[in-house]
């Protein structure tokens, strides 16, 4: 027997939320009644906000750069002031990057990784926490990827950046189960979306898929599926884990 999830009354805060994974979570915990507040660095947001409040739903979008602290303390703020309460947060900001060999990382972009891709969530994570601890219950989920598992030569920085927030994620999970808070990760595979188009092209784009034991590239909605999921009471017993959402890649 399934179970409708119903998110009604529920309030969450999606960073990365203009396109992708993350607008594709927006529209799946909206369409299961959650009040979605979308953060992203580009103007696009706004018509994501625009086409859940067409449809019935309840949105507010912010232009936010989550590679500042005091940005990621508005965006949980405005969910607060706006709708009294935090239940779920999609920690999904993030930036990719060309392969380059670790002795050529430039000290800045070293530091734009790990700040846009680490540092981000840790501030997210706070300030989500400081809201959850109010209402002694909340879902905190953390963008990783296979590379969080997995190295891949070329991006020693990218690869850093996820595995870090693996292990973030499981410390949250440790420190504050005990009030409430469950926290996860999910690691993506290879996913069609605006960041990864520019790689998954022709034979290169072949020849990955056949590295893929479900014979096809993800699709966003497959990871936006799998929020909803982890934000229900129908994973409320799946704290601190690594979810990988590869189609088996990493098994293979």
Not at 24 to 49: F, Q
Not at 136 to 155: D, H
Request: net charge negative.
């Amino acid at each position: 027997m399934s179970t409708e999830i119903d998110f009604s009354g529920k309030v969450a805060v999606i960073s990365g939320a203009a396109r992708g994974i993350g607008a594709a979570a927006a529209r799946a915990l909206a369409d299961a009644g959650a009040t979605v507040v979308l953060t992203d660095i580009l103007e696009e947001v706004k018509d994501l906000a625009g086409n859940i409040e067409a449809a019935g739903g309840t949105a507010k979008a912010r232009i936010t750069d989550v590679s500042r602290p005091e940005e990621c303390e508005a965006m949980v703020k405005l969910a607060v002031s706006e709708y009294g309460r935090l239940d779920f947060a999609f920690n999904n900001a993030g930036i990719g990057g060309d392969p380059v060999s670790l002795h050529e990382i430039t000290r800045d972009n070293w530091d734009r990784m790990i700040a846009v891709n680490l540092s981000s969530v840790f501030h997210c994570i706070k300030y989500e926490v400081i809201a959850m601890l109010e209402t002694g219950r909340g879902v905190i989920i953390n963008t990783s990827s296979i590379c969080g598992m997995r190295p891949v030569a070329g991006f020693s920085h990218y690869v850093a950046a996820k595995h870090g927030i693996v292990g973030l994620t499981r410390s949250t999970a440790l420190e504050y189960a005990g009030k409430g808070i469950r926290c996860v990760a999910i690691g993506p595979g290879f996913i069609e979306t605006a960041m990864t188009q520019a790689s998954l092209q022709g034979e290169a784009r072949e020849g990955l898929i056949a590295r893929i034991p479900q014979g096809r590239l993800g699709q966003p909605e497959d990871i936006g599926n799998v929020v909803r999921m982890l934000c229900s009471e129908d994973a409320a017993y799946v704290n601190g884990a690594y979810l990988q959402v590869d189609g088996g890649m990493l098994a293979s």
